[in-house]
Nanobody, 118 residues
Framework: QVQLVESGGGLVQPGGSLRLSCAAS????????VGWYRQAPGKQRELVAA??????NYADSVQGRFTISRDNAKNTVYLQMNSLKPEDTAVYYC?????????????WGQGTQVTVPS
């Protein structure tokens, strides 16, 4: 079983920065795609950014402002968020997607709140 523990959320003024971290237990981290999703009140959960072994992808709304990275030695994925806007306010969730021939598993963290006041 994989456990994901997020940290780094908080309150930040518009234009500020935050870095989220997500530490994973277990041995499949380096074999998985890991990413960050977010869910604002009254909205569906959406993909923010994801990283596999060699590629990254970002939501259009965060392209150029957010950077996802991973450290396989530490089983940790990061999300550096710059130039934050009020519309970035949401609960951010870490996701680990492990795919194999027999099927795939998704694991989720508990979420961390990011608030950017207007």
């Amino acid at each position: 079983q994989v456990q994901l523990v997020e940290s780094g959320g908080g309150l930040v003024q518009p234009g500020g920065s935050l870095r989220l971290s997500c530490a994973a237990s277990g041995s499949i981290f380096r074999l998985s795609t890991v990413g960050w999703y977010r869910q604002a009140p009254g909205k569906q959960r959406e993909l923010v950014a994801a990283i596999s072994s060699g590629t990254t992808n970002y939501a259009d709304s965060v392209q150029g402002r957010f950077t996802i990275s991973r450290d396989n030695a530490k089983n940790t994925v990061y999300l550096q968020m710059n130039s934050l806007k009020p519309e970035d306010t949401a609960v951010y969730y870490c996701n680990l997607h492990f795919s194999r021939l027999r099927g795939a598993n998704d694991y989720w963290g508990q979420g961390t709140q990011v608030t950017v006041p207007s």
